[in-house]
Nanobody, 124 residues
Framework: QVQLVESGGGLVQAGGSLRLSCAAS????????VGWFRQAPGKEREFVGF????????AYTDSVKGRFTISRNNDNNIVYLQMTSLNPEDTAVYYC?????????????????WGQGTQVTVSS
């Protein structure tokens, strides 16, 4: 069983930056694909991006390309979501999710384990 814990959310002004962390307990991320999703008020949860631990490959949804970066820290088994040039449309609860599979997928039902989410609020 893998437990995921997100942290790093908060309130930031438009144009600012935040870095979210996703830590795993129970096992390492080795061999996993780790995704980030978000859910804005009144909207469905949407894909943000993923990273594959095996080859360090990343992919992002178009709305965050060039602004968000997903990276990993092998030593402490953490995945990061670095967010820059934030705007109010980025306001959402951000979730990390993981699956013990090599994936290239934006579909949330492909991910088996989910964190509790962390709130990101961007003020204008």
């Amino acid at each position: 069983q893998v437990q995921l814990v997100e942290s790093g959310g908060g309130l930031v002004q438009a144009g600012g930056s935040l870095r979210l962390s996703c830590a795993a307990s129970g096992r390492t991320f080795s061999g996993y694909t780790v995704g980030w999703f978000r859910q804005a008020p009144g909207k469905e949860r949407e894909f943000v991006g993923f990273i594959r631990w095996s080859d360090d490959n990343t992919a992002y949804t178009d709305s965050v390309k060039g602004r968000f970066t997903i990276s990993r820290n092998n030593d402490n088994n953490i995945v990061y979501l670095q967010m820059t040039s934030l705007n109010p449309e980025d306001t959402a609860v951000y979730y990390c999710a993981a699956t013990p599979r090599w994936l290239s997928s934006s579909y949330e039902n492909e991910y088996h384990y989910w964190g509790q989410g962390t709130q990101v609020t961007v003020s204008s």
